[in-house]
Nanobody, 120 residues
Framework: QVQLVESGGGFMQAGGSLRLSCAAS????????MGWYRQAPGKQRELVAV???????NYADSVKGRFTISRDNAKNTVYLQMNSLKHEDTAIYYC??????????????WGQGTQVTVSS
């Protein structure tokens, strides 16, 4: 059984910063990619940032220069540092992990989401 739990969301004024965390637990043998997605009201879920096991990163154009994704492999945790927040960043943020269980089964796993609300 694998579980991803996000934390760090909340309310923030435009221009402020928040740091999201996502910890994976369970019978995990290897985590390849980890990423963050977000879904705003009335919109489709979109990729925000992804980081490989080796540390390579990719970002959505809308967050480049403002957000930074990182990971701590020893803790099976991925982070998203969000700076210079804008109202348009308001969404539920979901953690995603591409991983193998101890038994060799591969799958994508999702967290339950954490709300980020940025006031104008």
């Amino acid at each position: 059984q694998v579980q991803l739990v996000e934390s760090g969301g909340g309310f923030m004024q435009a221009g402020g910063s928040l740091r999201l965390s996502c910890a994976a637990s369970g019978i995990i043998s290897f985590i390849n990619n980890m990423g963050w997605y977000r879904q705003a009201p009335g919109k489709q879920r979109e990729l925000v940032a992804v980081i490989t096991n080796g540390g390579s990163t990719n970002y959505a154009d809308s967050v480049k220069g403002r957000f930074t994704i990182s990971r701590d492999n020893a803790k099976n945790t991925v982070y998203l540092q969000m700076n210079s927040l804008k109202h348009e960043d308001t969404a539920i943020y979901y953690c995603n992990a591409d991983l193998r269980t101890l038994g060799g089964r591969w799958n994508d796993y999702w967290g339950q989401g954490t709300q980020v609300t940025v006031s104008s």
